[in-house]
């Protein structure tokens, strides 16, 4: 197995980007401190693809990476659950995670491709010092969408979850003044969504996408779709808000009741009951998590699922710094702590 030399090691928190040289300060750069960070079990360490970067830090620097969240298995984790449990034909980039989940333009990811092309024509460029500015912008733009990523993709996972105890919250099964009957352990309606919830979402991706020999999905090369067709996926996977006060009867419920809290906020989406294309920022704070009331601040309200914890991620930044100005856009230094992790061998 091919090693890649690690060149940079790039580290983003909410307000600064770090950048370690690793060509520059070599396993220094490890003992003072990137060592613990990576290692830790109890720091949180997010990654597009660890795979390369896991395997150099560990052949070239004896450092283990613990803990990690990677955006990639996620993306691939949605799409699985999207589609009734077809995988696609190829894992996704950054580039297209980022685009597709936070609905970032393209145009404001010229720097991710830049990156990739980069890779592909010339490996030696990451060596050479001193770097090119716009190869720092590259690995800047690599890691600050990461801390967004992550929260997006873990509202997408928990999705079916989210509607399903929705569906348990609405339901009328138990009847005011009748006893729960001990011992009975039959399998809810509300429970058995999920098998015709499955199978709708693999016609729906049937449609969607080609089937390759090997039974999976061609991604990224969907099928043309009409407008009569568009429409009438429309029709049938349009879904009524639950009222909440109302009595449902889970016998006559259909399978996709309760999964209004992806309708609401996904507009026009023609994929079947609780599939998604992307997620909306609008989720961040409305789904899974509770909304945060006027009187709470304005710190972003993080999953209590996950693993591990973001370091410095629930600090209120600061009204001012000793300049005057406020710190909103992430900055570049040289050296740093934890936070969201990506790093270019």
Not at 19 to 37: E, K, M, Y
Not at 241 to 265: C, F, K, M, R, Y
């Amino acid at each position: 197995m091919t090693v890649t030399q690690v060149s940079f090691v790039q580290i983003a928190t909410t307000q600064k980007v770090y950048l370690f040289d690793i060509l520059l300060l070599g396993t220094q750069a490890f003992r003072n401190g990137l060592s613990f960070i990576l290692e830790s079990k109890h720091i949180l360490k997010v990654i597009h693809d660890c795979r390369v970067i896991a395997g150099s830090l560990m052949a070239q620097f004896g450092v283990k990476l613990m803990n990690v969240f990677d955006t990639q298995v996620a993306d691939v984790m949605c799409f699985h659950s999207e589609t009734g449990g077809f995988l696609p034909d190829r894992i996704s980039s950054l580039q297209e995670v980022v685009n597709l989940h936070l609905k970032v333009p393209s145009s404001r990811l010229s720097a991710l491709q830049m990156k990739s092309q980069l890779t592909k024509k010339d490996m030696e460029v990451w060596y050479e010092r001193p770097c090119p500015a716009s190869l720092l912008k590259v690995m800047v733009v690599s890691v600050i969408h990461l801390q967004p990523l992550r929260l997006m993709l873990l509202d997408t996972l928990m999705n079916d979850y989210m509607t399903l105890v929705d569906s348990y919250l609405n339901s009328s099964y138990y009847e005011i003044g009748t006893p729960e009957q001990e011992g009975v352990q039959e399998l809810p309606q509300e429970i058995r969504q999920l098998d015709e919830m499955r199978l709708r979402r693999q016609e729906w991706a049937r449609g969607r996408y080609p089937v390759t020999e090997d039974g999976l999905l061609a991604r990224f090369s969907p099928l043309p779709q009409t407008s009569a067709s568009l429409q009438e996926r429309r029709t049938q996977t349009a879904r009524p808000s639950v009222d909440a006060d109302a009595s449902i009867n889970p016998s006559a419920q259909p399978a996709n009741a309760g999964s209004h809290l992806t309708q609401e906020t996904s507009g026009d989406c023609s994929p079947p009951a609780g599939v998604k294309k992307g997620c909306r920022q609008d989720q961040l704070i409305t789904k899974g998590r509770g909304k945060p009331s006027p009187k709470e601040s304005s710190v972003p309200v993080l999953p209590s699922i996950g693993r591990g914890f973001l370091l410095n991620m629930l600090q209120t930044p600061r009204e001012s710094t000793k300049d005057g100005k406020t710190p909103h856009q992430p900055e570049t230094t040289p050296t740093g702590t934890s936070g969201e992790k990506n790093s270019q061998a």
